[in-house]
């Protein structure tokens, strides 16, 4: 089983900046890949950043050029560095993991709230 924790949220004006982490733990992590996701009130989850197998991110549209995803495979943390926040940014955030080679994402954390006032 692997335990994930999200981190570094908050509320933030508008053009500030959050740092949000990822903490894995439990089974050896190293055959994972990990992706964030966000849902704000009223709207489907949907896929902020990710890792392709070979290590490539990939972002969603709205969030290009405003967001980075990164990892530290030694501390078993994935982050979300996130500047030039909107208040359409206001969502809450999650990390997932999914193994190499499948779609499906098997393992979440349990959100972390971004507020982005204007």
């Known amino acids: 089983q692997v335990q994930l924790v999200e981190s570094g949220g908050g509320l933030v004006q508008a053009g500030g900046s959050l740092r949000l982490s990822c903490a894995a733990s439990?089974?050896?992590?190293?055959?994972?890949?990990m992706g964030w996701f966000r849902q704000a009130p009223g709207k489907e989850r949907e896929l902020v950043a990710r890792?392709?197998?070979?290590?490539?991110?990939i972002y969603t549209t709205a969030v290009k050029g405003r967001v980075t995803i990164s990892r530290d495979n030694a501390k078993n943390t994935g982050y979300l560095q996130m500047t030039s926040l909107k208040p359409e940014d206001t969502a809450v955030y999650y990390c997932?993991?999914?193994?190499?080679?499948?779609?499906?994402?098997?393992?979440w954390g349990q959100g972390t709230q971004v507020t982005v006032s204007s």
């Open positions: 997932a993991l999914r193994q190499v080679g499948t779609a499906r994402y098997d393992y």
């Open positions: 439990g089974r050896t992590v190293s055959s994972y890949v």
């Open positions: 890792f392709t197998d070979g290590g490539i991110t």
